[in-house]
Every structure is written in C-alpha cells, then in structure tokens.
C-alpha cells in the first residue's frame, strides 16, 4: 500500500501499489516494480510465474514474456521495457550539410 500526502494542506491518499505498476509506458514486476527486466524467449522451469486476472489478461492481450532479476519472477505484460528505444523517437536526422553534397 502506498500512502500520498500533500504538503501544504496534509491531505493523505491510499492507493494499491500493485494496481499502480499495471500502469505507465514501461513494463514493471508485478511484485517489486522495478524497470530491470530481461526478455524471455520461453518460460523457465526454475523461476516461478506471476498468477493471477491481470497476468491472464496481459497474456491474451499479446504481451511479450518478461523476468524480473530481483524477485526472479516470470510475467507477461504488453509494454515495452524502458531500455528499449521509442518507435516513434526513429526520425531521420537531415543536416543543412548533407543536402548541399
């Protein structure tokens, strides 16, 4: 459980912290939420897999098999991992230079 509070008026918020790692950008554990994770080609037989609605819905929705190096979890999740580059960030750099040649 995570515990928000503003500073100026001291209002406190609870929020779920594990509702809170199923959203963002990047793909997150499920159970510590960090953003070092590997891809995994197959599932290993050691590491245990993350169970659970939301782990049967990321599977069905397509998502990409990952692992946790801290917790040794296996997970799927639809996301992209923060290490890899933004598709939409591929714009082709044309110098003033390069057109004159």
Do not use: N, W
């Amino acid at each position: 459980m995570a515990i928000y509070a503003c500073k100026e008026c001291e209002h406190e918020e609870f929020v779920p912290r594990r509702y809170r790692y199923h959203l963002g950008p990047h793909a997150r554990c499920p159970r510590c939420g960090t953003l070092r994770l590997s891809k995994l080609k197959e599932p290993d037989k050691i590491d245990p897999m993350h169970s659970g609605t939301l782990e049967l819905l990321e599977r069905v929705a397509g998502g990409k098999l990952f692992h946790c190096r801290y917790c040794r979890l296996q997970f799927h999740d639809r996301r992209r991992l923060s290490t890899d580059p933004d598709p939409s960030a591929t714009a082709v750099d044309e110098s003033p230079g390069a057109a004159a040649s």
